[in-house]
């Protein structure tokens, strides 16, 4: 290094290594009164301070941090600060973290599976007594303004029917498919039905030369599908799988078929929209949530649009529910409530008509939708719409403890009969073997 | 006398050197040129199926794209005031033990030193768990001590230092009179000057090994205000999956400073690794 | 090169005891910061986690189990022994190539003065860059259907899922020739050897670096007498120069296996979900342990990962008294 190089850079390694031990001397550079990070709810000053973790990133997480800031501004003795924790998974890994070192947030989204991993190490706050609260609480015709689904996939049989966790933005899983390459192979409408899906992606296929189903083997979008065949997932107590039945047999007969067949390929959550919007598929089974990103990666170069899924012949149309419940940690009484009239905030008409505009998620109140700004987002984006529309075929996925592991399974079941090319009845008889026992495990 | 045979084979072989020399450097150069060329494509000619091999306009306003989609500011800061901190108490550690072990005499002196040496064999996934425990208990848990005090020692810049002293005469030290209070005044004045190149080795390495630390961070820190770039970088990957052109963007830029770094102290990193193993 | 004992310092054994002692109390103190924080982040830990290992501890303590950890882990078809198996393969497939061709790239240097500096910092660049930012390249390089390594070998009719395949090398390339290996030959997956091959191509620069250091020590005097003998290229090699270069040879083969065998990033950022790999064949030992504290199979607990952990503890320190032993003997001091 040359001389004049070394003196100014060796001032400015000081500069840092001052301030990198000043934060070794306890002091970090924060704006928030607490030394340690972040601990849920310190009230310093009066203030109670909520820490919500979420997994939003880029303009979702600007909208989110807006929502808490409006409310922070309205409501002066409280502060709900925002925090990013990766992915679900990331953030599920973080939550176990902080059970151990003590340092739980006031919030945080969660899956009804994560949410049952949570309650069986007795850390949420039940919420009942906050809904049903006469000063904090929602009333009846507000309940009833919310999609029982969306409740119901919030009480958790294992913990005496409680409602542990409440809807925080939901969506839903879907049929994405290319109407200008459906239309160029003959097809004037979605396929309804599997065999006629089998049908047209065969045909689709062959015009592009290249699988026309792209599919990424989500556990979530495995059961929306086991449910289109017209079966279950768990028996009806909870003990055990229904993974034997012939609805999982059929489904995973319709992929080793179609694998087979050259009509699927395999491809990673992250790929789809690319491949989609690069017309390398005709059909994705996604969440709606990846409906905004597709509408500005796909702009006009052709014509698509969002169907519900297919379904067996003679099933009612069906699909599973996509998007996380919020949960409160234990707490002073005080943080707790003060987190659950935040999670009520968020859920009002008006705050989930903003938050669905501005992020594609569904509005969680039925009342929301009419709503003049909604009615008017509506007109403007036709497949939002088509999105909601599927709302009442939706069904969720069991909360039961363990499910978490199930679900890997799952998704190694339909990998085998993809991948490896498993026979379909082996592979559930498998399956229903492995989820038995992680259900078991769990218990 | 060499003849016209051997010559011309000898020139063969040159060619075929330079050529293997060159394919390899190719081979390892190609990630970093794919990674800039990616960087300033569009999503769509990143996600072409064939990839296209040069975008047909630079985009070089993915880097602020990238730069504004996550807290890249805060992420660099936050590994610079780590990497800096731990440099500074490695440098310093090892300077202090190296001198003790190299010049000092005391009991004990033998089996301290097969002690330290012996931390050398100790994997780091076996301390993992424990040490995050006890970081818990300590009540560190995201700040920025959690991040620098557990790797402020260590034992092969230790062992660099004292293998630095051992290696002088020894009539050099008997010529100064040395009663206790001359050995912090020797340590500063000509001790630790002398001990600058194994020193050097030791901060680089120790800056590099915190700057590019994954795991611990990633254990320890839980929000954006105190991630390094490592874990922001993980994050940032996660999250722009279905976007490699951002993607690539982050990751030039999360390689920039090392890289600075490197070409800036190039002989010492190089002489650091070629004469720590001589020792 | 290796570490012995450091000599008697400048002898004050004759001096008076008051100065020994002041000297001795110095030591200490200059002794007390790396003392400090080795022990307590290097000894004290090693400790206790041989105390947890013994206990049953997922999110909240739970009680003493006595060798329970152990036997799970040693039980026959465990998951530990799937992952010591995949770092068994990833030690053998990253060592001895990286030695190989870091000693090959280094001879190619060694005896060409124009372009070493710069090919020598060209090796190096991937040890030290940011391993996040490349593995995300060499994920997105590899990627099955964007990437530039599927479009180059897709004019030869394959479709690689590269870090998303699970079938092991050795069954494919035996199918291939339409022979069937029995499933414990399948060899190390494909998403294995991706990752084994990132792997060499971070190390090597390391290993030229090192070598190109240890070839320019090989006196020339002996090499050219060699010459002179008539020896040449691979008698030349393997007579003069590897023994000579064998304390080089030896350390870093040490250092490349204890690290392998400590591997987290590159596998933590390569394994395609994070998790393991397809089929857990990219997990390796330290992803276990991770996982056994942190991922969703919490079912398994930090007690088991110590056991675990101080299981992979035994097994590198045998090693490498076994490499000492083994290979130690066979190296050739001058």
Redesign the interface.
Known sequence: MTRNIRRPLLGLALLIAAGGLAGCLGATPASSPTSSGSTAGASSGGKTRLTFWHTRRRNQEKLLQEICADYNQASPNVEVVPEFQGSYDDLNKKVRLSVQSKSLPALTVAYEDQVAEYATNNALRPLDDLVSDPEIGLKAEELADLPEQYLRTNRYAQFKDQLLSFPFTKSNLVLYYNRSLLQKAGFSAPPQTWPEFEKQAAAVSRQIGKPAFAFDMDPSTLDGMIFSQGGEVISADGAHTTFDQSATVRMLDLLSRMKKAKTLAQAEPDDLPALFAGQSCAFVLGSSASRANLEELVGTKFDWDIAVIPHAEGVEPVTVMYGPNVCIFKASPEQEREAWKFIKHFISPEVTARWAQGTGYLPIRKSAVTRPEMAAFYEKNPRAKHVYDILPTTKGEPNVVGWREVRSHLQAAAQSVIGAGTAPQAAAVQLKKKADQALAQSR | MPTSLSLRRRWAA?LA??L??GV??L???F??L??VL?SIKT??E??????ALLPAVPQWRNYVDAWT??PFPSYFLNS???A??V???VV???L??G?????????G??L??????A?L????????????????QL???????AM???W??S?FS??LV??TY?ALP?DF??AAQL??SG?WQFLWTVAAPLARPALATAGLFAF?GS??S??WPL?V??????RP??VG???F???E??R?HL??A???L??IP??VL?F???R???EG???G??? | MWPSAPPASPSIRHAPARRQWKEAGLAYLFLLPSALILGAFGFLPLLNALALSFRDWRLSPGGFVGFANYTKALAPASEFWQSLGVTGYYVLGTVPATLALGYLLAELLHSRIRGLAFYRSLFFLPYIVSPVAAAAVWRWILHPSFGIATSAVSPLGLEPQWLREEAGVFALAAQGLHVTLPAWAAGPSVALVCIIAVTIWHNLGFAVVVLLAGLAAVPTDLTDAARLDGARGWRLMRQVKLPLLSPTLFFLTVIFTIRAFQTFTQIYVLSIDHRGGPAYTTRNVTLYIYQCFNDFQARLGAGYGCAVAMLLFLIVLGLTLLQFRVLGSRVHYQ
């Open positions: 040159g050197a330079h293997a020399l390899a450097g081979l390892v150069a990630p970093f794919w990674m990616g999503g769509e990143a996600s072409a199926i064939p990839p989609s996550a610079a005031v780590v800096v901190s440099t500074v108490l310093l550690s090892a202090l033990a001198y003790a072990f190299g010049l000092l005499e005391f009991p002196k033998s301290l030193f097969v002690l330290y040496l931390t064999m100790i994997p780091f996934e076996v301390v993992l768990i424990p040490n995050f425990l006890l970081i818990n009540g560190w848990h995201n700040t920025y001590r620098i005090v557990p402020g020692a034992a230790v062992f004292t293998q051992r020894r030290f008997e009663d206790g050995h590099l700057w590019n994954l795991l254990l820190t839980q929000n954006d205000r105190l770039i490592e970088l993980l994050y990957l996660e999250a999956g279905p490699p993607l690539m982050a990751s030039t999360a390689m090392i890289l490197f800036l102290a190039q010492t990193f190089i690794v070629s004469a193993v001589k020792g």
